[in-house]
């Protein structure tokens, strides 16, 4: 459902954050919002995170440095316990801080809240890489100073952060000292040991570790470089973080060496000069392991910032644009609208860099690294948002995502056994690969976990045609999820044979443990189907690899029928009296939530109504049965989908901030172009707008990506769920275009749509076939421009006769066409049983 | 489903426990199941429980004493929160032991397990109410040693245990020293402040609490008596218990007085002599308040002491000996079996005295006060299995136990509205008042509670006719709970409109959150009606009641027309296929559970399966559908409930005690005797043969007054879910006989079974009506005889059209009769719209 009020195109107040396409931007700093700023100004790269702190620190709502997968376990006390609930909680862990300078001038401090401040800027440049801060400052004796900072978490060197503090008194002298730190600063009672535990009843704000976390192992220093190095109470694993400091200045000055367990400092006293600057660069490495010594991880900060030293800071920036250059080539999307809106929309994507790039072995968190909300942990919208982003820009990223995923499969295989399936049950979310879920109804039954990372491998073959990991890793898991729903499910004998999956959760959270979840059962057929596919395939392509598969998973040939007959048995839920497909068995028998008499201060529904409450009516968190729509598109006609989304949205809350995308995409599909507008701003502005209220928490790294896919798939119009790249463009009205790129089996693509055409240009690889409205091309060296006919009237157009993407006709024959293989590895053709 | 090993019908060692029909005895002991036998040999009055651990300590699984209601609270900390989950966990605190009595002979310590026994026996004597110990030591010096001690817990004097201690030196002189002790014993850690937590993940256990929960509060002593007091950490309850101690003997002695914060001593030095007993009496009392100050406490404990130092112990034994005589009158059934199982039979019917009897205002824990298994909570079983015991032999304990929850009808009206519903929802555990169950979904999702109080409260109100119970407490009750499900539930319009209650539980644990549980529907039906004819009477007969009522729930004149026409549309889920009524909407959909290849160690399946598993099947902890056949068993036909209990009878596995008895009884009505008797003894031998392996953790109350039920409702045929007692016997053909009493109206009469027929004989009171398979009968001054055609038959008889008890004929027509009235309150009399 569409909010009551429309949302606000321009959240952010346009004197204090001046639009701007390719920088946030920030006039001055305000106490309000210090949490949202945090977050809208955090720096990253996928393993290192850093909050958007001040240097002086103190004007802070969380202080927040995050290493990805560096955690801490806990025993999980159930308040009633149950066999088999998860044991291990996770908790990513606020890494010491390495971002302070502390500045006095005449032994004043700089504290931002209380400065008079004559001037301030603070820009994060999408296309640099680098957090800018600009400011004067007339200090209580009424000097002014100028003050200048920057930070850079490097793309290319992924332990590395890099950053400059620059002073310049700009009347008359003063001693000024300025004290770089490193600070471990756990928030917990040195008298009892214990935190007092945090007494909020928010299930998605990390719940707080009540005991110290990081044991000291090491401090040392020499008068350039400082190192702390920590090992993690229960979880063993060790971290070091080290720091060289430099100074350049014609002033006279003094420093300090200093390092204790929980902090190192650098401390400058300088006696300056009026027009004289102080420039500071500080090198940050940190370096993490499950089990390496403290020590070895101190080598390792050595030699990260041996090589700054010997490389100088500039090599790291240009290196850092040059990363950035060819990340937007292969990500931006230009929408031709206002500044405000494309600020927004490259502030999405630079965030998808943020927590993607250098993840390289670890997941992408849900906050990516800049808040520690949901506990640092990876949830099922890394394969369902975050990946499939990656598959389309930046393949290397998605392969190094799923590898990721294989890393656990043990301990899936593990899971599976404890809930007494054959197979790999991986977990609802997780750090270490262990289930983490506390709370199961929403939790460990969302076994379309399994099916989604099914469905991300089979994307991510698809389109990027990699057949050593599809014949490796990707065939291992497709093989142990499909086991896993052969077994959780079962065979129904009524009045038809139907293979049905009970006592499962669905994408959206306010239905829980039901019978046969149309999203689960629709994702877990295609998990099958992707799972025979692959044997079958590997049997005939690849005997060798098909020879060490059997003998890795123990696979026994018939598996593949079981596989292929549950695929085709499987109840898809179709209630006749609706022509809907109902959320589950049970769901349209329930009794409707009355949104529209739903006071708004009882949003989110989880916060003011008891789970027994919110599971008894028919309402939705989240898009369920419409994401299923789009993600097996060619699965259903457009009337289904038309009817579903009818039924389905004026009862979603959109209280889950992964609907708002999905929902703007099946709305643009099915013809509600404003509401899909609406729905796309609504994803856009989640965190920009602050419209859940918490970004405070840390980015929303799904909605993010959802975001790129609302573009690219909503308006684009793009659906990827066949073998080829297939368009039924939606440009908004008001929109005069639309620009985005794709990677394609090695081959990159631009796209670029206006009113009356979409234009296909090859940037580079081998020419790329696609499909217009169900007319096959070939992109090859020329630009490729096809005409749109009655873009303004698609609505009616679609809705009578023309063909759908990869769907049904209206007379329901399938859509089906060969298409010329790019690689040797090509797509599942059979066709499908259909969506009932 | 029956165990597959047959129920061992003498599961007690007949040399070490020797049958007898009016005592346990026990003629040595062993360590290797203290747990059980302190639970067998426990001595309470439903307010003072004592586990039964030798007076000599050391030699125990569990030293505990517990005082109803007595309580500790904390705060439960779920491992992921939720609006409206229970906040408040309430464990009943193991208040301090004054049982113990040290004895020291030539220095040497009498311990059981150790020490060189020339002879033993202990009794717990079921017409007495004492548990008595004698026992011949031989000590390490070679001398021996006789010991008597005898331990009661008084039934007529609430607050008050009695004990004495005797000892005389057989052979020799030595000096003795006796120590007894009042003991504070809390297993914390002194350091720390805190326990450590027990892993155990059996959620039925008390999970323990890891803090000092009694804060010394006072602690004195003059020569003759000793008092200590305590304040609770959390909940502010108050405890006061003191001692006093009085020595006979010819023999010198010394004596010393002694108290600390966690101790009391009176220790006798003897200088003893061989032939010259030494009799210590040592009388007991604990007094404790919500609120009320320690010294207040101990004033009333004073007062109680006092009065034992002016009537003397003899005046006690006399009138517990009195109280038990007027108990067994009312109370004791005769089953005409072996001396082993009438001895089992009178050791639960005694449990059930010592649970209810001196509860007074307090409720009737799941363990009552024999061990704190489910934390000593008071549940739903109090209401199905208990107060109908106590309404038919004790029906002013009845009507105490019903009052105690109007206590908390105001903390059920405060819950009803944190979960969104009108009205008044019960806790589902609790002590206090408020929920305590941490887990929801077999916790707070079994809204049943409300319709299982307004049961017992129809039950009660019909079978005593205590109109001013009726009129006062029990209409508001009524009237709360019907608001409730009014509220909860809601009208489908399909293609009947009917009213459905969705997302609950049932009885049954192995399901749970579904939709139109039959038990729930059919019970909840059963509250509407008693709630509307409760306020139609009121209204007709009592002006000034009624009005009073309706002011203080403000009741709408309407209310109770909509209560009848919910009532009148409540779904009944109903098969036609199986011909069953389906334990829920989705239940006959659900995969069925291979219970018979489901090893013998993977029982209970709780404790060896994730709860998504189990629920996900067709399985059952314990009977749903089948307890709604007995609790209205008039509103199914004998056809009905003979499908009923084969479609469930294979799937339930009896995990929880409080199924076999309940199956015991529907077995017998609907013709499998050998099933019935089967589960009969399962249901007796809970606990005397500790056939749940955790009869250590204290007795099983509901499946000992299920026994009861069993008996007198299974075999002896009763039904009394109408207003007046009908009986169609089923007395097992092994069986002599079968005799029991019941209390109806104010009479109370004996009924005697035997093959041939049913006698009954007014005991007292006027003359009560009843039926005999149809036929009406009233029973005056002279004994009752109703001959008992074809008993060794009567399943072919009733299986093709023989009336059954407040059933239907196989032709469907209900059986109604007009029954004369015995009191001013009469029963809902309306024809029943059906069971399907």
Redo the contacts between chains.
């Keep these: 459902m569409i909010g009551k009020e429309k949302v606000n195109l321009n959240p952010l107040d346009d004197h204090r954050f001046p639009p701007h396409e390719w920088a946030l931007i920030e006039n001055y700093p305000s106490s309000a919002d210090l949490g949202q700023t945090e977050t809208l100004f955090a720096t990253a790269n996928g393993y290192i995170g850093m909050r958007g702190n001040p240097e002086e620190g103190r004007d802070s709502h969380h202080v927040g440095t995050f290493i990805n997968g560096f955690h801490e376990t806990w025993d ?11 044991r291990t ?1 996770q908790t990513l862990i606020n890494a010491p801080s390495s971002l302070m300078f502390r500045l006095y001038v005449d032994d004043e401090p700089l504290l931002l809240s209380i400065a008079d401040l004559q001037a301030y800027e603070r820009r994060l440049e999408f296309r640099e890489g680098v957090l800018r801060r600009e400011l004067i400052w007339r200090t209580p004796a009424g000097k002014r100073v100028l003050v200048r900072s920057t930070r850079m978490v490097s793309f290319t060197e992924r332990h590395l952060a890099l950053m400059t503090y620059e002073v310049t008194l700009l009347e008359g002298d003063a001693p000024i000292v300025i004290s770089s730190q490193i600070v471990n600063k756990e928030d917990f009672d040195d008298v009892a040991g214990r935190r007092a ?1 945090r007494s ?4 998605r704000k990390n ?1 707080g570790l009540d005991h110290r976390v990081l044991r000291p192992e090491m401090s040392w220093h020499s008068p350039r470089r400082m190192i702390l190095g920590y090992q993690v109470a229960n979880s063993g694993m060790t971290l070091a973080v080290g720091a060289d400091h430099r100074i350049e200045t014609s002033n006279l000055f003094t420093e300090l060496d200093d390092t204790t367990d929980d902090q190192g400092r650098k401390v400058y006293r300088i006696a300056a000069k009026q027009g004289q600057p102080i420039m500071i660069t500080k090198a940050v490495a940190y370096h993490t392991s499950r089990s390496v010594p403290v020590r070895e991880l101190s080598d390792r900060v050595r030699r990260t910032l041996d090589r700054v030293r010997e490389n100088g800071f500039e090599a790291y920036y240009q290196a850092q644009r040059a990363w950035l250059t060819r990340f937007w080539e292969s990500s931006d999307v230009d929408a031709g609208t206002t500044q405000r809106l494309q600020q927004a929309i490259r502030w999405c994507i630079f965030q998808l860099a943020q927590a993607a790039a250098r993840a390289d072995g670890a997941g992408i968190p849900a906050k990516g690294l800049t808040g520690d909300g949901y506990e640092g942990h990876y949830f099922w919208d890394s394969e369902v948002y975050m990946v499939p982003f990656l598959t389309l820009t930046a393949p290397e990223q998605a392969r190094n995502a799923l590898r990721f995923r294989s890393t656990h499969l043990d301990s899936a295989r593990e899971r599976a056994r ?3 399936t054959k197979g790999a049950l991986f977990p609802w979310r997780t750090i270490n690969g262990e289930e983490a ?5 929403a ?3 969302q076994y379309h976990i399994d099916a989604d990372i099914a469905y991300a491998i089979g994307h991510y073959v698809s389109m990027s045609g990699d057949r050593e990991f599809a014949f490796g890793d990707g065939a291992q898991m497709l093989v142990e999820t499909a086991r896993m729903w052969v077994d959780l499910g ?1 065979w ?1 004998v ?1 009045a038809a044979e139907t293979f ?1 999956i ?2 499962v959760t669905g994408p959206d959270e306010y239905t ?2 039901v ?1 046969n979840n149309t999203y689960t059962n629709v994702m877990a057929r295609w998990n099958l189907r992707l799972a025979s596919w692959m044997v079958r395939r590997m049997e005939a392509d690849s005997p060798d690899d098909y020879r060490r598969l059997v003998h890795t998973v123990q696979l026994d040939p018939d598996e593949v029928e079981t596989w292929e007959r549950c695929a085709s048995g499987m109840k898809i839920p179709f209630d006749e009296r609706l022509g809907i497909h109902p959320q589950d ?2 769901f349209v ?3 409707v939530w009355d949104l529209e008499n739903t006071p708004q201060e009882s949003y989110p529904l ?8 919110i ?2 009516f028919q309402v939705l968190k989240q898009a369920d049965v419409v994401l299923a729509l789009f993600l097996r598109s060619n699965e259903f006609g457009l009337e289904e989908k038309r009817a579903d989304f009818e039924y389905y949205d004026p009862i979603t809350t959109g209280d889950s901030s992964l609907s708002a995308v999905m929902q703007a995409i099946i709305a643009a599909e099915v013809g509600y172009q404003d509401m899909a507008l609406e729905y796309f701003y609504e994803g856009l502005l989640v965190d920009i707008g602050d419209t859940h209220g918490n970004t405070s928490d840390g980015v929303h790294v799904a909605s993010a990506a959802g975001t790129w896919r609302a573009l690219v798939c909503g308006f684009g119009g793009l659906r990827d769920d066949d073998e080829v790249l297939c368009f039924d463009p939606r440009l908004p009205r008001k929109w005069g275009h639309l620009t985005f790129r794709l990677a394609y089996r090695g081959s990159r693509i631009k796209v670029h749509l206006t009113r009356r055409q979409i234009t296909f240009t090859l940037l580079s690889g081998h020419p790329v076939p696609l499909r217009v409205r169900g007319t096959e091309y070939l992109v090859g060296a020329d630009p490729l421009a096809v005409r749109l006919s009655h873009q303004g009237a698609y609505l009616s157009s679609l809705a009578s006769s023309h063909p759908v993407i990869g769907g049904r006709r209206k007379d329901g024959t399938l859509i089906t066409a060969e298409v010329p293989e790019v690689s040797d590895v090509e797509f599942p053709t059979e066709e499908f049983s259909g969506a009932t």
């Design positions: 999980i006390r159930h308040a009633e316990n149950a066999y088999g609930l998860a909680g535990p909020d009843e928010d299930p719940p404890e809930m007494s879920s506390a709370y199961y109804a939790g460990t039954a079962f129904r009524n049905e009970h006592g829980t443990v019978n068995d049970a028998a329930k009794e989880l916060l003011h109504y008891h789970p027994l409450v599971y008894r």
